[in-house]
């Protein structure tokens, strides 16, 4: 029986590539579960050697299904839908949703809190630093927006920092409608000096000295809906 493999995929949809870079064929007998229900996929690999095929488009992953024998999937699928068709089942599924809306809600709030601490306005401009830790909190950590705020790999404190800033580079520069070369490094370094900017404006707030609401950038984008914009972080 073959072991439980992570392969990449080939152009014969019956052939994958192994890690150690072997060419394998796909048994006899194996079916492909596309990706998607992540607990059909469990009960598939927990019945018996299964083969996960992964395909690396940039630097990122992605699931191009699992192959296993086809009377595995089969049964895992059968006794998952009755087990998906209980009342215990819905009412498991209706204390999920409620449980992760309560940690979603308490996040937003968390994270608000650390960009109000982040920015440290002067509490002439404090109205400001809330209406921006609401907009940058509202962007930023909705589930599945892959934004920096959705990373657990650095300090809230840090993901703030940088929620802020990408959101000033949409919001506050011409970013959206820069054309930046096509060479390595230059999008980053055109960032870094977008964030040096960015930086100097919020220092603005961080002083009770008052400027020119209309000719400040961070003052006009409060003013304003926020428009949709791509995830950056």
């Known amino acids: 029986m073959p072991d439980s493999l992570t392969v990449g995929p080939t152009a014969d949809p019956r052939r994958v590539k192994a890690q150690d870079g072997r060419l394998l064929t796909v048994p006899d007998g194996w079916a492909l579960l596309p990706p998607g229900d992540a607990g059909l996929t469990r009960r598939v690999k927990a019945a018996g050697p299964s083969w996960t095929v992964v395909e690396k488009v940039g630097r990122k992953l992605f699931s191009r299904g699992v192959w296993a024998p086809e009377a595995h999937i089969v049964h895992a699928r059968a006794a998952l839908e009755d087990e998906r068709a209980t009342p215990a089942y819905a ?43 609401v907009m940058v909190a509202g962007h930023a950590t909705p589930v599945g927006s892959g934004t920096v705020a959705r990373t657990e790999r650095i300090p809230i404190e840090r993901r703030a920092e940088a929620a802020v800033i990408a959101w000033m580079r949409h919001q506050t520069t011409g970013y959206d409608d820069m054309r930046i070369q096509r060479v390595k490094g230059a999008r980053r370094e055109v960032r870094r000096e977008l964030a040096e900017v960015s930086r100097a404006i919020l220092d603005l707030h961080r002083r009770d000295a008052p400027h020119a609401p209309p000719a400040c950038p961070l003052c006009s984008a409060l003013l304003r809906p926020p428009p949709t914009r791509p995830s950056d972080s």
Not at 99 to 108: D, F, G, L, P
Not at 111 to 130: D, E, G, M, Q, T
């Open 91 to 133: 009412k498991k599924l209706a204390q999920g949703r409620e449980r992760r809306a309560k940690e979603q809600a308490e996040y937003e709030v968390d994270f608000a809190n650390a960009v109000l601490r982040f920015l440290a306005f002067s509490p002439a401009w404090l109205p400001h630093a809330k209406r921006l830790a």
